[in-house]
Nanobody
Framework: QVQLVESGGGLVQAGGSLRLSCATSGRTFRSYDMGWFRQAPGKEREFVQGISWDGGRTYYADSVKGRFTISRDNAKNTVYLQMNSLKPEDTAVYYC????????????????WGQGTQVTVSS
């Protein structure tokens, strides 16, 4: 059974950077497409970025284009989200996700969710 554990969230000023990590347990990590979603208070969970199982393809939401970068290290069973030029509107709980929906953005095609990590960007 694969489990997803996020870390790296916190409080940062606008314009700053954070790097989120999602560590996984289990032997099947490298077979999963992986991604990040986020949910702000009162809003639906939305797709942020995704990466294919082999790292060859990445996908992103227009709202983070040029600012966020997803990567993965299959040897370490870990996926990362580097967030630069953060804005107050990036404030949300960020969730790591595994499954086909992690690159298509379809929440109903997510097999596994992490517990989430809070990111707060102050103005």
């Amino acid at each position: 059974q694969v489990q997803l554990v996020e870390s790296g969230g916190g409080l940062v000023q606008a314009g700053g950077s954070l790097r989120l990590s999602c560590a996984t347990s289990g032997r099947t990590f490298r077979s999963y497409d992986m991604g990040w979603f986020r949910q702000a208070p009162g809003k639906e969970r939305e797709f942020v970025q995704g990466i294919s199982w082999d790292g060859g393809r990445t996908y992103y939401a227009d709202s983070v284009k040029g600012r966020f970068t997803i990567s993965r290290d299959n040897a370490k069973n870990t996926v990362y989200l580097q967030m630069n030029s953060l804005k107050p509107e990036d404030t949300a709980v960020y969730y790591c996700a595994a499954g086909r929906g992690a690159i298509s953005g379809a929440r109903d095609r997510i097999d596994l969710w992490g517990q989430g990590t809070q990111v707060t960007v102050s103005s």
